[in-house]
C-alpha cells in the first residue's frame, strides 16, 4: 500500500546546526510530495510540495528534493533557529480522488 | 493560502455520548476531508466529501459519519464515544496540486 517513513525523533539541535529529516516512501504511480509542520497546540501548515520526480520543494530556508529512485524526499535547512522548533510530518498523496498518507512525525528542538 | 475555520476549539464529551463537530472555508472549496491525529502520532485519514457525496473512507467504523452542505462547510458526528476517540480532529480543504490545508483543530477529550 501507500504510505511514508519517516526518521523518528526527538531530534534536537543547537541554533545555526544543519538539519536533515528523513523521509522515504512506498506509493503505486506518482504520488505528490508534501512536508508539514505543527506548532504546540495548532493544526498542521504546509511547508513545502513537490509535485513530480526531481522537483524541490522550498520555502522559509527549508528544501526537499523529489528523488523517484530512491523514494525519498528528506527535508533539509542550513541553519535552524529556536522558532523551528516543532513537529515535522512528511506526507503523501496519489491524486485528487486519494486520501494523504503521513508519517508519524520527527519533533525537533532547537536549543539557543 | 484559504482559511479553514473549525469549531469549537476543545470539546469534553463523556463515554456513549455524541459529538459534532464543524469546518467551514473563507472561498468555499468542494473536497474537504477530516483526520484523526491521536497524540504523539500523524493523521489518519476518516473520510473525504465531494460535492455533498463521501467519495473516500479510511479505516474507521460507522459511528463516524459526516456531512458536506451545499455551502461547502462540513460536519464530523461520531456516535456512541470510546475513550481512545479523544484526538484532534482535522479538517482539510484540497488546493490545486492536491495539497491539504487543515484548519487548526478541535480536541476532544472522552472521559
Known amino acids: 500500500g501507500n504510505s511514508v517513513t519517516q526518521m523518528e525523533g526527538p531530534v534536537t539541535l543547537s541554533e545555526e546546526a544543519f538539519l536533515t529529516i528523513n523521509c522515504t516512501y512506498t506509493?503505486?504511480?506518482?504520488?505528490?510530495l508534501f512536508w508539514y509542520v505543527q506548532y504546540p497546540g495548532e493544526g498542521l501548515q504546509l511547508l513545502l510540495k513537490?509535485?513530480?520526480?526531481?522537483d524541490k520543494g522550498s520555502n522559509k530556508g527549508f528544501e526537499a528534493t523529489y528523488r523517484k529512485e530512491t523514494t525519498s524526499f528528506h527535508l533539509e535547512k542550513g541553519s535552524v533557529q529556536v522558532s523551528d522548533s516543532a513537529v515535522y510530518f512528511c506526507?503523501?498523496?496519489?491524486?485528487?480522488?486519494?486520501?494523504?498518507?503521513f508519517g508519524a512525525g520527527t519533533r525537533l528542538t532547537v536549543k539557543p | 493560502e484559504t482559511g479553514v475555520t473549525q469549531s469549537p476549539t476543545h470539546l469534553i464529551k463523556t463515554r456513549g455520548q455524541q459529538v459534532t463537530l464543524r469546518c467551514s472555508s473563507q472561498?468555499?472549496?468542494?473536497?474537504v476531508s477530516w483526520y484523526q491525529q491521536a497524540l504523539g502520532q500523524g493523521p489518519q485519514f476518516i473520510f473525504q466529501y465531494y460535492r455533498e457525496e463521501e467519495n473516500g473512507r479510511g479505516n474507521f467504523p460507522p459511528r463516524f459519519s459526516g456531512l458536506q452542505f451545499p455551502n461547502y462547510s462540513s460536519e464530523l458526528n461520531v456516535n456512541a464515544l470510546e475513550l481512545d476517540d479523544s484526538a484532534l480532529y482535522l479538517c482539510?480543504?484540497?488546493?490545486?496540486?492536491?495539497?491539504?490545508?487543515f484548519g487548526q483543530g478541535t480536541r476532544l477529550t472522552v472521559v
Open positions: 506526507a503523501l498523496r496519489r491524486g485528487y480522488g486519494n486520501d494523504m498518507r
Open positions: 482539510a480543504i484540497t488546493g490545486m496540486n492536491t495539497e491539504a490545508f
Open positions: 506509493a503505486t504511480g506518482y504520488p505528490s
Open positions: 513537490a509535485t513530480k520526480a526531481d
Open positions: 472561498s468555499g472549496h468542494n473536497t
